[in-house]
């Protein structure tokens, strides 16, 4: 039966170009997913700064909180006890040992200060001038004898350049004593560097350095990059997490796309089935002939699908690198894997829906063959009930838990699945929820298009399962853009509204470089300000063995000053008060003290972002929006246990009536990468993950809508090219050409209107409750036209994919082979 199976794809090629580049488009989306699940997996970092070490050790960069069993990851540098330095270079087979002080120098080609020691750790060497000394420094260019301001600590700092080391990019290496003295935390390294004896084993000597300290973690090889770049692991959950979900919706995706394709080619031969039926061809045979017709197609789809897949998968993760989403120094990969996991999923859906296409034309009698082909094929199967009310009670239960068990944006881990869960009920069930739509807007349609709407009525009803065929990816491409791209303008929006509604600074000053202590006194001085406070972000964990309200993604920690009623800190106070937000104190919102039982006056054990623990004084508590609770800590506590240690926002409340905008700009004119700017950029720089994860989603989804649009094209131009014969009998009893077209027209107004409504309900199935638990309204926040242009995207492709094919096939004569093909 291969024999025959060739012989097919040769006399029937238009009828498997549809699967074809289904099959070539999956391909490609499923093996980029893959590359991007691999690069997360494996995080290669070529290490530069420490490429001539054998080993390096680094703090370990999550935290296991009491009773739990996944760990914390920890967002700031942990770093290495100074004392630990003697251990490591005591232990056998380590032949030298360099501790690394890593902290921010800004200044012309210069982004980071070290100490001169670890520049042996690269290494790097001077071309000219000599090491330094107090205040001099080394740098990659310029000449000896120059002098070098740099802003360390928000302050500027002028330095003398000592000597040159011109591959040492922008690293600025200052003297040791010079660099201990600047760095926020002398008592920690950034990373220890360790050299290993020549002829000793670097498996044993990394086992003995682990084995020193359970807070510490060895790393070698291209390992080493992570500890230069400790940001690229904490993108590497982030990584993998956007692999992962969109890898398993674009699988699914696709594996349906497929199905469906090659299920609608194998419907539409059903007269070819039913002959080799007749003549005695045997199930067996057919079974084979179907089987090799799949292989034959997506076998070479898949090779075709290789070349975009790898193009695909790189183009991601750029995208992915410049939006903050992925680390810019991570290597990317794209192995064996993904390429299997896309070729296998690809060939499994096509081999699997050309099995599930050919069972019933298989087991048919030959003596019903000719008779069955003849009519409309029935759709229903116990197995097909059995699958699609399992679907929809998943869906149901997925919308259950998000309106009762899910709190914020808690709420998204269940309802993204429940869209699939709804869409690919409605599909199994397509035929069914085809005629209860149908049955809505079939009596509309018909007045308002009379005559020609009432042949395209009696035509769809008499082909409802076809017509299903082709109303289902509508609903697919509708359904899961709408869902998708509205949850994310509503989480931002509920985000946005959360922090804004407490939000009492009329100005904020930034800058990268850090705002020096100082700079916050005379900030307080300047005329019309009520109220000035430093403000810092991190995450921490909370270690009380009571519940707590965090996961173990950790607690968000913004850090103030202490202030009065009048002050600057978002939040509104239920108890207690922030003038002694000092030292280990914290203020935490209604929810946690009424879960773990700590009020005010009470002790709360936490973890800081750098790993530090310590114990808080609760201070005040405060009302929170469920799901975006954070925790109040003094900022000069919060600052401490960052990775750069920096002040790099100070929050300003103007006095009623008062313009503090020029005393700002003429103050932070005084002050280098000093900048004034409005509350909106608090705003923003609160939502920034949150937005970028939206683009992120905007760009998977459009993408998937993008290939759900190959579905809809191939499906009615397969579905209208099998119709020629029906419009040459048209012709035949006196149609004209233009009225075959406006029944056309009637039915892709009907195909549309009810691949819109499906996809509209099942995609409110999934909103309503989200946005009930992530906001205070229980309809979905975003403008208007982000729907206005998905259902005009899908008129636009019902309508061409219908019309364009129907008016070259009505240019020839009804006589024509053409129509009999």
Sequence with gaps: MMRQAIRTLRHRKSGFIATFVAVVFGTAIVMACGGLMETGIRSNVEPQRLAGTSL?????????????????????????????????????????????????????????????????????HLTSGHAPRSGEVVVSS???????????????????????????????????????????????????????????????????????????????????????????????????????????????????????????????????????????????????????????????????????????????????????????????????????????AAVLAAVGAGLIAARKSAKIRPVEALMEASLQRKWFSWIRLLFGLLFLGGGLALLIVTATVMTGPLAASTAGPSILCWAIGVALLGPFWTKVVLAFWRWPVQALTRVNGRLAIRNLSARSVAMSAAVMPVMLAVGISTANLYMQTTQVHASSEAFTRDLRADAVLVSDAGLSPALLQQVRSVPGVASASAYVRSIGAVDDPRKSPFDEDGAPVIGVDAQGADGTAPVRLTSGSLAGLTGSTVAIPDYMATKTGRGVGSEVSMTMGDGTPVKLRVVATFAAERGYETIMMPASLVAAHTTDGLTKQILVRA????????????????????????????????????????????????????????????????????????????????????????????????????????????????????????????????????????VAAATILTFGSTLLPATTTLRHAPTQPSYND
């Excluded at 960069?61 to 770093?79: N, Y």
């Design 655 to 790: 006095a009623p009536g008062a313009d503090v905008r020029p005393g700002l700009a003429k103050l932070a004119a005084a002050h280098p990468t000093v900048q004034v700017a409005d509350r909106s950029t608090l705003v923003a720089a609160n939502a920034e993950d949150l937005q970028t994860q939206a683009w992120v989603n905007y760009m998977l989804v459009g993408m998937l809508i993008a290939y759900t649009a190959v579905s809809v094209v191939n499906t009615l131009v397969s579905s209208t090219l099998r119709r020629r014969r029906e419009f040459a009998l048209q012709r035949l009893t006196g149609s004209t050409r233009f009225q075959v077209l406006r029944m056309l027209w009637t039915e892709s107004t009907l195909v549309t209107l009810a691949g819109v409504t499906l996809g509209t309900a099942v995609a409110l199935a999934c909103l309503l409750p989200f946005s009930a638990k992530v906001s205070n309204s229980t309809l979905p926040t975003g403008p208007l036209w982000i729907y206005g242009v998905i």
């Design 142 to 344: 310029g000449k000896p004898g120059d002098h070098l301001t740099l802003i360390v600590n928000g302050d500027p700092k002028t330095f003398t350049v000592s000597g040159i080391a011109p591959t040492a990019g922008t690293n600025a290496f200052l003297s040791d004593d010079d660099a201990a003295q600047l760095v926020r935390n002398p008592d920690r390294f950034a990373d220890v560097g360790v050299q290993v004896a020549p002829g000793t084993n670097l498996g044993d000597v990394k086992k003995s350095l682990e084995k020193l300290d359970g807070n510490l973690t060895v790393r070698q090889g291209v390992d080493r990059g992570l500890a230069e770049h400790p940001d690229a692991e904490s993108h590497k959950t982030a990584l993998i997490a956007v692999a992962g979900s969109f890898g398993g919706i674009a699988t699914m995706t696709m594996m349906f796309v497929v199905a469906s394709t090659l299920a609608l080619a194998a419907q539409h031969r059903e007269r070819e089935f039913a002959l080799l039926r007749g003549i005695g061809t045997t199930p067996g045979q057919v079974r084979r002939m179907i089987l090799g017709e799949a292989l034959l197609v997506s076998l070479p789809a898949v090779a075709v699908g290789v070349i975009p897949g790898t193009f695909l998968g790189r183009f991601l993760f750029d995208q992915l690198s410049t939006h903050g989403v992925a680390s810019p120094v991570i290597q990317f990969s794209q192995g064996l894997i993904p390429f299997a996991a896309g070729a296998g």
């Design 56 to 124: 390096v050790v680094t703090g370990k960069q999550s935290h296991l909180r009491p009773g739990e069993e996944d760990a914390t990851p920890l967002p700031e540098r942990v770093g290495v006890p100074v004392d630990a330095l003697a251990k490591i270079r005591s232990t056998q087979g380590v032949s030298s040992a360099v501790g690394d002080y890593t902290f921010p120098a800004v200044g012309p080609s210069v982004a980071e200060g070290h100490n001169w020691s670890s520049a042996a750790l690269a290494p790097y």
